[in-house]
């Protein structure tokens, strides 16, 4: 057991004792990415976190998708009008009938 | 990164409905369903539009053009062989076998006038533009004739050949 002024003495510098710590400036915006970094746990997290850069993927790939499905559409359409053509006036065209009548 | 395949998942899924949509719906169904089936008259009417009365002038056109074809057909047919006949005779005179190929080029001049001035005949009765479309579709080839594969299309009528 501590003799009475030793007591005394610790009593006196704890209540006199002051921690001043100095104010962290990045505490807040700490403290958000923490909730920030949980909140990508889930998919609707990680999609909130990189919609600017998912939305123009998504954008991108679809207009060209669309663009390469009607190209494609376009194409077979004019490749069997050709046809059509070469067969309508192959109907029409006596130089060709000529040609295939025995 | 299991986030990111999903996510890149789900815009390739995305995307490829879309294309496939985009195939599905671009061009007009009724002239697809024609080509598909081959059918010429059914081709001239979606394509290029043609009201019932259009459809019907050009069909009426149509058949009476198939005489004047059969009869260059038949023409051709006849000059042809001579030809051939005269290229195959020993000994044939030159002069004859030059005019004989003289009357087969000229048969098939008379040919291309005829085709091409009954396929104007056919967009006169169509509107302006699809008139225009269709010439452009139709009269390089008859100047090509040799390219045309044998028909193989209905035109819903009586081919007299």
């Known amino acids: 057991m501590n003799p009475p002024d030793l007591n005394d003495s610790l009593s006196r510098t704890l209540a006199s004792w002051r921690v001043n710590p100095p104010a962290n400036p990045n505490f807040r915006p700490m403290v958000w990415q923490r909730i920030r970094n949980h909140s990508r746990d889930t998919w609707a997290g990680y999609l909130r976190a990189h919609l600017l850069g998912w939305s123009v993927a998504a954008g991108l790939a679809i207009v060209t998708a669309g663009w390469a499905g009607h190209s494609v559409a376009r194409a077979q359409l004019e490749s069997s009008r050709e046809q059509m053509v070469v067969n309508y006036l192959g109907n029409l065209d006596p130089r060709v009938m000529a040609k295939l009548r025995p | ?161």
């Open chain 2, 1 to 161: 990164m299991k986030y990111l395949i999903s996510t890149l998942a789900l815009v390739a899924v995305v995307a490829a409905a879309v294309g496939y949509m985009a195939f599905r719906t671009s061009g007009d169904t009724a002239v697809q369903q024609a080509l598909a089936k081959g059918d010429a008259m059914e081709w001239l009417r979606t394509d290029f539009r043609l009201t019932d009365a259009q459809f019907a002038a050009i069909k009426k056109l149509h058949d009476s053009y198939s005489v004047v074809c059969e009869e260059h057909c038949r023409d051709i047919q006849t000059a042809t062989r001579t030809r051939n006949a005269l290229k195959a005779a020993p000994g044939s005179d030159p002069a004859a076998l030059a005019a004989a190929e003289r009357r087969v080029a000229e048969l098939r001049v008379v040919c291309e006038s005829a085709i091409a001035s009954h396929v104007r005949q056919c967009a006169a009765h169509m509107s302006p533009e699809a008139g225009e479309r269709y010439l452009a579709l139709v009269l390089p080839k008859i100047k090509d004739f040799d390219h045309l594969a044998p028909p193989d299309v209905q035109l819903n009528r009586q081919h007299r050949h």
